[in-house]
């Protein structure tokens, strides 16, 4: 478990499978980070879980709680690592929308980052973000990423077609911050 100021970090399990996928299937919450809007069912979202979040050696997630009520408010993970080459995709959803915009995500971040950087030794970390999504660009800017590329319009949504931005962040560049 690893501890911010506003929130906890805890190992996702197979109890999380209904909260995850109440939070996989609500609109307002995958627009803005999932490339697929798709409503899943029970026993895709399980499989989901068992197999890609929990069951890879390529991942490792966790559940943000409230520090305060420990009630589970999002997911945050590692995935895609690369051990060899020490790198890995970092991906962050707010599951529940009454803590959108407090810092409870950028807490969340700063554990992740420093969990990455720090107890694993990766060199890297990389994440993809929509470029309609304003506040998650900003933020990830502060905690030190840098745009490295874009995809143009690659995603449609809304009627409209949005570019998908690539940021990434070194090691060295997150200690000397």
């Not at 399980?46 to 420990?70: H, M, P, W």
């Not at 900003?138 to 009627?159: A, D, M, P, V």
Request: with cysteine; aromatic share 12%; net charge negative.
């Amino acid at each position: 478990m690893f501890i911010g100021d506003q929130v906890k970090l805890r190992k996702m399990n197979e109890d999380d499978v209904e909260l995850y996928h109440r939070w996989r299937n609500d609109m307002d919450v995958m627009t803005s980070t999932n490339g697929f809007l798709d409503v899943h069912s029970l026993s895709d979202t399980k499989e989901f879980v068992e197999n890609v979040l929990l069951g890879s050696q390529s991942s490792k997630c966790y559940i943000i709680a409230d520090r305060k009520t420990e009630k589970p408010i999002g997911i945050t993970s590692l995935v895609h690592i690369d051990y060899k080459n020490r790198n890995a995709e970092c991906i962050i959803d707010m599951g529940e929308k009454n803590y959108w915009g407090q810092g409870y995500g950028s807490d969340a971040m700063k554990l992740i980052l420093h969990y990455a950087f720090y107890e694993m030794n990766l060199h890297r970390l990389y994440l993809k973000v929509f470029s309609f999504n304003k506040k998650a660009i900003h933020l990830y800017n502060k905690l030190g990423f840098q745009i490295e590329g874009t995809s143009r319009e690659e995603l449609y949504r809304n009627g409209d077609w949005h570019d998908v931005i690539h940021m990434g962040i070194l090691q060295n560049e997150y200690r000397n911050k």
